[in-house]
């Protein structure tokens, strides 16, 4: 049923959505292209280096939990669009959906990289450079650019919010 013209209109659902499926998306960009391709780092790999055959499958192990996890993520986050976009209160704003996007890979940076490169040191961005630390710190401020992108995104789409609601296909 549409809402009334007095309604108001929300993007919280569609940001949560964005926010989740940016955060999967996120920790494939990480898991592909650091773990498979790049091969900088595994899972585990500053605290079981995968130099002997046992060592390397372990590492995969977790690195193949790590890619599940995401997935799973990813995958809620395609089910809280499908029920944003549903909603005839949710305005669709590709800024808003795209903002939130971002905010949730900077968040997956940031989480990573403040949990499992400095408090729990369980890999490094870069494991064999000569000093890991700098390219720890650049995958936060990856992170930080992000936020601040994804953030302005997230701002400017709320003037989106006030062309009305979205329509219904149904």
Same mark, same amino acid.
């Given at each position: 049923?549409?809402?009334t013209?007095?309604?108001?209109? !929300?993007? !919280?659902?569609? %940001?949560?959505?964005?926010?989740?499926?940016?955060?999967?998306?996120?920790?494939? *960009?990480?898991?592909?292209?650091?773990?498979?391709?790049?091969q900088?780092?595994?899972?585990?790999?500053?605290?079981?280096?995968?130099?002997?055959?046992?060592?390397a =499958?372990?590492?995969?192990?977790?690195?193949?939990?790590?890619?599940?996890? *995401?997935?799973?993520? !990813?995958?809620l986050?395609?089910?809280?669009?499908?029920?944003?976009? !549903?909603?005839?209160? *949710?305005?669709?704003?590709?800024?808003?959906?795209?903002?939130? &996007? $971002?905010?949730?890979?900077?968040?997956?940076?940031?989480? +990573?990289?403040? %949990?499992?490169?400095?408090?729990? =040191?369980?890999?490094?961005?870069? +494991?064999?450079?000569?000093?890991?630390?700098?390219?720890?710190?650049?995958? $936060?401020? &990856?992170? *930080?650019? &992000?936020? $601040?992108?994804?953030?302005? $995104?997230? =701002?400017?789409? =709320?003037?989106?919010? @006030?062309? @009305?609601?979205?329509?219904?296909?149904?």
């Amino acid at each position: 049923m549409p809402p009334t013209p007095s309604a108001p209109l !929300t993007r !919280t659902p569609l %940001i949560a959505a964005g926010i989740l499926i940016g955060a999967g998306m996120g920790g494939f *960009v990480d898991g592909i292209v650091l773990h498979q391709i790049l091969q900088w780092h595994n899972m585990l790999s500053n605290q079981l280096p995968p130099d002997t055959l046992v060592n390397a =499958k372990v590492n995969m192990y977790w690195d193949g939990m790590f890619h599940a996890a *995401v997935w799973v993520m !990813t995958a809620l986050g395609l089910r809280l669009l499908w029920a944003a976009v !549903t909603r005839p209160d *949710v305005p669709r704003s590709g800024r808003t959906f795209s903002g939130a &996007l $971002l905010l949730g890979w900077a968040l997956f940076n940031l989480v +990573e990289g403040i %949990i499992d490169h400095q408090l729990l =040191k369980l890999h490094n961005v870069r +494991e064999y450079a000569p000093d890991p630390q700098p390219w720890n710190l650049g995958f $936060l401020g &990856l992170g *930080v650019l &992000l936020l $601040l992108a994804g953030w302005a $995104l997230v =701002k400017a789409g =709320k003037r989106d919010a @006030g062309a @009305g609601p979205a329509p219904t296909h149904r």
